[in-house]
């Protein structure tokens, strides 16, 4: 496992964000809606400030891809 920090995410919540060397099944990622495939280096964040408390944070925690999850909220809007 990576090293593991803690930054204002969705919500503007603390989340926690754990790095993660390699996938070791296919997810979806929040950020793009692409997957994050099997191999593949990506960030797992869950915060623990919900008002369901910290299990319900952790159950629901979510895989991102790296870039997703750096350059979040900060993608302009496309307008097609």
Known sequence: MGGRSYEIGPGDFEYIVQKI???KKEY???GCGG???IG?????AWTEEGWFGK???QRDRRH???????SRGR???RYW
């Open 35 to 37: 997957i994050i495939s």
């Open 55 to 57: 299990e319900a944070g």
């Open 40 to 44: 593949e280096a990506h960030i797992v």
């Open 64 to 70: 991102w891809h790296t870039g997703c999850w750096t």
């Open 21 to 23: 060397p390699h996938a």
């Open 75 to 77: 993608r302009q809007p």
């Open 28 to 30: 979806l990622c929040p």
